[in-house]
């Protein structure tokens, strides 16, 4: 039963990625990156307000801290994958953000002056394999002479700024509830995204993008990172961080359901060495990926 909280996590963030992908067709993606975090907030609202006013003297001395982590983990990150749908797949959304750990890892070094072990660069270089290859179809050469295509590339540069997030978070180690840090961010990230709303063109919310928008808002934003802070409570950080590997393949299985999306031989491959690397670089580092709380 307690492993129902971390899988129920993977499952929802897996379907959000899903969830990216359809949207694009139907809003503009300034639009639902500002009505996720819209209704989001008014889901916490009556949860967490309270508790925010009552420690705001607590809170005061970092908002500048929290608006620039809201600006980095729910504007830019989250964007930036809603501005990738129409030029990539879901399975490559899930696959390039599985990056994010060893990209935080070696962002570490300078921000944490943490040093790498020998298993974070074979991983590194494992997974920068695979990511080459499945980015290519194969033919590195090609990637060389066409480079990667612009979904792919908005959603390395998410990846980094999601990575940088993370690390920042361990750097500031804000003395916060979980909870009130969300919140506030939440509040600033609405802020932040209403330039976008307002030059986006589809900001209608209709039958077809209104349930896109309350999944990004509740079960995405609100549920999922319930479960996984409940994970970590009852199962440990180490046990609750092995379950993220598995949203790639969640988020595949899902894809190749709802949108048809075909898996070349060559994405199996360049898959399984990204995870792999991955797995390999954190052997080391469990612990800290606890820290990363998604998208």
Same mark, same amino acid.
């Given at each position: 039963?307690i492993?129902?909280?971390?899988?129920?996590?993977?499952?929802?963030?897996?379907g959000?990625?899903?969830?990216?992908?359809?949207?694009y067709?139907?809003?503009?993606p300034?639009?639902i990156?500002f009505?996720?975090w819209?209704f989001?907030?008014l889901? =916490?609202?009556?949860f967490? %307000? !309270?508790?925010?006013?009552?420690?705001? &003297?607590? $809170?005061k001395?970092? @908002? #500048?801290?929290l608006?620039?982590?809201a600006l980095l983990?729910m504007?830019?990150n989250q964007?930036?994958?809603?501005?990738a749908?129409?030029?990539t797949?879901a399975?490559?959304?899930?696959?390039?953000?599985s990056?994010?750990?060893l990209m935080?890892?070696? =962002?570490?070094?300078?921000? %944490? !002056?943490q040093?790498?072990?020998?298993? &974070?660069? $074979?991983?590194?270089? @494992? #997974?920068?394999?695979?990511?080459?290859?499945?980015?290519s179809?194969?033919?590195p050469s090609?990637?060389?002479?066409?480079?990667?295509?612009?979904?792919?590339?908005?959603?390395l540069?998410?990846a980094f700024?999601?990575a940088?997030y993370?690390?920042?978070i361990?750097?500031w180690d804000?003395?916060?509830?979980?909870?009130?840090?969300?919140?506030?961010?939440?509040?600033?990230?609405?802020?932040?995204?209403l330039?976008?709303?307002?030059?986006s063109?589809r900001?209608?919310?209709?039958g077809?993008?209104?349930?896109?928008?309350?999944f990004?808002?509740?079960?995405a934003?609100v549920?999922?990172?319930?479960?996984?802070?409940?994970?970590?409570?009852?199962?440990?950080?180490d046990?609750?961080?092995m379950?993220?590997n598995?949203?790639?393949?969640m988020?595949a299985?899902?894809?190749?359901?709802?949108?048809?999306?075909?898996?070349e031989?060559?994405?199996?491959?360049?898959?399984?060495?990204?995870l792999c690397?991955?797995a390999?670089a954190?052997i080391?580092?469990r612990?800290?990926?606890?820290?990363?709380?998604?998208?």
């Amino acid at each position: 039963m307690i492993y129902l909280f971390p899988l129920l996590t993977v499952s929802i963030w897996a379907g959000n990625a899903i969830v990216n992908k359809l949207s694009y067709s139907v809003i503009d993606p300034g639009a639902i990156a500002f009505y996720r975090w819209f209704f989001a907030m008014l889901a =916490l609202t009556p949860f967490v %307000l !309270k508790s925010v006013i009552q420690n705001w &003297a607590s $809170i005061k001395p970092y @908002l #500048s801290k929290l608006a620039f982590l809201a600006l980095l983990g729910m504007v830019l990150n989250q964007s930036l994958g809603y501005f990738a749908a129409p030029t990539t797949t879901a399975t490559n959304m899930a696959l390039i953000m599985s990056l994010v750990p060893l990209m935080s890892m070696f =962002l570490s070094v300078p921000i %944490l !002056k943490q040093r790498l072990s020998p298993l &974070a660069m $074979i991983g590194a270089v @494992l #997974s920068l394999g695979g990511l080459v290859l499945m980015l290519s179809h194969g033919d590195p050469s090609r990637l060389l002479a066409q480079g990667i295509n612009q979904g792919d590339g908005l959603l390395l540069l998410a990846a980094f700024v999601y990575a940088l997030y993370c690390v920042l978070i361990k750097r500031w180690d804000m003395p916060l509830s979980n909870w009130q840090s969300v919140y506030v961010q939440g509040v600033f990230a609405v802020l932040f995204l209403l330039p976008m709303l307002f030059t986006s063109q589809r900001v209608a919310v209709t039958g077809e993008s209104l349930p896109l928008i309350l999944f990004a808002a509740i079960p995405a934003s609100v549920i999922a990172p319930w479960c996984w802070m409940k994970g970590i409570q009852m199962l440990g950080a180490d046990k609750t961080a092995m379950f993220m590997n598995l949203m790639p393949v969640m988020t595949a299985i899902i894809a190749s359901m709802m949108l048809n999306e075909q898996l070349e031989p060559i994405h199996l491959i360049g898959g399984s060495m990204v995870l792999c690397g991955v797995a390999v670089a954190q052997i080391k580092f469990r612990t800290r990926r606890s820290k990363l709380v998604a998208a």
